[in-house]
Each structure stands twice: as structure tokens, then as C-alpha cells.
Nanobody
């Protein structure tokens, strides 16, 4: 069955960096686009970044452009989200999603605070 397991979240000071990972199994990873979403308390879940199956195409939400980078390693069945210049408003639970399917990871908490 499809499994998506995020890791790498934590507490970081404003201006700091984190790298999230999402380990995937149960499907042909190299054939699937992958997405990162986030959900802040009291807010709707929103898409952060997306990457095509081979990694050649990426897209970002305007509020993370230039700060976040999505990448993938198809040999390791893993998608990453490198987050730099973090701001308090980036605080949220971050989820990976298999394309636009109903398969989501359990989420990893990112807290940006001094």
C-alpha cells in the first residue's frame, strides 16, 4: 500500500533553515509527481511546491519562491523540501502528497520562533 513518511521538522529561529524529507513506498515513485503542502493552525491546507516525476519541472507558491527548493531522489524514493530564510509565518504542519491523489503523509511540524 502507499506510504508517505515525512521527517525533518522541528523548531528553528527566524532566518534559519530546515530540510524536510518524505520517504515513499507502495507505488512507482519515479512515475509520480509529488507535492508538498502545509497547514497552519486555523488555516486551510495550502500547496507549497510541486515537482514532476523526473524532477525537471518544479512550481512554488509565491510566498516561498526564492526561499524553498523542492527536489527528489528517485533512487531513494524520497522527495525533499529545503527551506531557507524561514519566517514565523512558515510555521505549520508540512505534508507530502502523491500527486493530486488522496494519499498524504502524516505531516511534520515546523515551528519558526525565537
Amino acid at each position: 500500500q502507499v506510504q508517505l513518511v515525512e521527517s525533518g521538522g522541528g523548531l528553528v529561529q527566524p532566518g534559519g533553515s530546515l530540510r524536510l524529507s518524505c520517504a515513499a513506498s507502495g507505488f512507482t515513485f519515479s512515475s509520480a509527481s509529488m507535492n508538498w503542502y502545509r497547514q497552519a493552525p486555523g488555516e486551510e491546507r495550502e500547496m507549497v511546491a510541486t515537482i514532476s516525476n523526473a524532477g525537471g519541472r518544479t512550481n512554488y507558491a509565491d510566498y516561498v519562491k526564492g526561499r524553498f527548493t523542492i527536489s527528489r531522489d528517485n533512487a531513494k524514493n524520497t522527495v525533499y523540501l529545503q527551506m531557507n530564510s524561514l519566517k514565523p509565518e512558515d510555521t505549520a504542519v508540512y505534508y507530502c502528497r502523491l500527486g493530486f491523489s488522496d494519499y498524504w503523509g502524516q505531516g511534520t511540524q515546523v515551528t519558526v520562533s525565537s
